[in-house]
């Protein structure tokens, strides 16, 4: 029992004295690395890196102290003056128009290239009311001779500005300020702008399987397989004991609301209305689709306000 006890206080000594040994070697080769760098002129750019790292960590340390005092020890009645100068989304220039989906086509490129293609008829857009956050409320589409339905509130609002279209719907066009009460939005608008997005319903595939709807794999088709188009296992048996949420199985497909970004503008034709933009988009062939085009003019608040806060407080030093 002795000897053992002996073994161990040995070899917790020699452990420690290796330790010790080791952070020796590292500090001496650390010390002849800098006398080095010294010799040849490279401590300057050295010392000014670890400065500059340092001011970076210093920086971030500053910056969440300062979102501490200003999310716990701000007074609420002081002025907020940085926020005067925050694009909400009321100033941001975005622009959405109603089109019709005529239909698709190919063109082909300077280069040789074919390019599949969708036919977008822009319908004029009236607009007779305005709504908070840019809304604003249009008329478009069929004439009030050919509905028998349409209610008296929206049917006063639109003979207010001389419309005679029967359908209506909200559209954002900011900044509100450029737009008023009866103006018709066409194609023109879209003139400056290079890529758009288009909303629209696509088409109704009802009662789907998987292999349909998810694209799931099939199974085999011979040597005596029961599994051909079937989904298979849905759930464990004992744990969780159930079926999962949001589990891919059938049902029905389509007819749901989808949005086709980033569609390159091809071509726009002022005397028809129309714009020829890249790729497919969702729905039939005259339906009613909403497209959009917008400047990449987003920032992000919450870096916006720490850096304004950062250099009031380098000011103030």
Same mark, same amino acid.
């Given at each position: ?39 040849? @002129?490279? %401590?300057?750019?050295?010392?000014? *890196? ?8 210093? !920086?971030? &340390? =500053? ?70 956050? @840019?809304? %604003?409320?249009?008329?478009?589409? *069929? ?8 209610? !008296?509130? &929206? =049917? ?88 999962? !949420? ?72």
């Amino acid at each position: 029992m002795q000897l053992c006890f002996t073994y161990t206080i040995f070899i917790l000594l020699l452990y420690f004295q290796c330790i010790y040994n080791y952070k020796l070697i590292k500090n001496f080769r650390q010390s002849e690395k800098y006398e080095f760098l010294h010799k040849i @002129g490279y %401590v300057e750019g050295f010392q000014s *890196k670890v400065d500059h790292n340092r001011n970076i960590k210093s !920086k971030k &340390n =500053l910056q969440c102290n300062m979102i501490k005092k200003f999310i716990h020890a701000r007074d609420p009645y002081d002025p907020q003056e940085y926020l005067k100068d925050i694009p909400y989304k009321d100033e941001l220039d975005r622009i959405q128009i109603r089109g019709k989906k005529k239909e698709m086509r190919t063109i082909f490129s300077p280069n040789g290239t074919l390019i599949p293609a969708t036919l977008i008829e822009i319908m004029p857009n009236i607009i007779y009311r305005f709504m908070d956050l @840019g809304k %604003v409320g249009v008329a478009y589409g *069929k004439l009030l001779e050919e509905s028998r339905w349409i209610l !008296k509130p &929206n =049917l006063g609002q639109i003979a207010k500005v001389s419309s005679n279209f029967k359908n209506t719907c909200s559209l954002t066009l900011t900044p509100p300020q450029n737009f008023i009460l009866g103006q018709i939005i066409d194609v023109s608008y879209l003139y400056n702008y290079k890529y758009v997005n288009v909303r629209g319903l696509s088409k109704g595939k009802g009662f789907c399987g998987v292999i349909k709807r998810w694209g799931f794999h099939r199974g085999p088709m011979s040597h005596g397989s029961g599994h051909h188009r079937k989904p298979g296992s849905i759930g464990a048996s004992t744990h969780v004991g159930r079926v999962l !949420k949001n589990k891919k199985m059938p049902g029905k497909h389509g007819n749901k609301y989808k949005t086709m970004i980033n569609l390159k503008l091809l071509g726009l034709n002022l005397e028809k209305n129309e714009i020829l933009v890249s790729g497919c988009i969702p729905g039939n062939k005259n339906s009613y689709v909403t497209v959009t085009a917008e400047n990449n003019q987003k920032i992000n608040k919450y870096n916006y306000i720490c850096d304004l806060l950062y250099n009031q407080e380098k000011n103030i030093k």
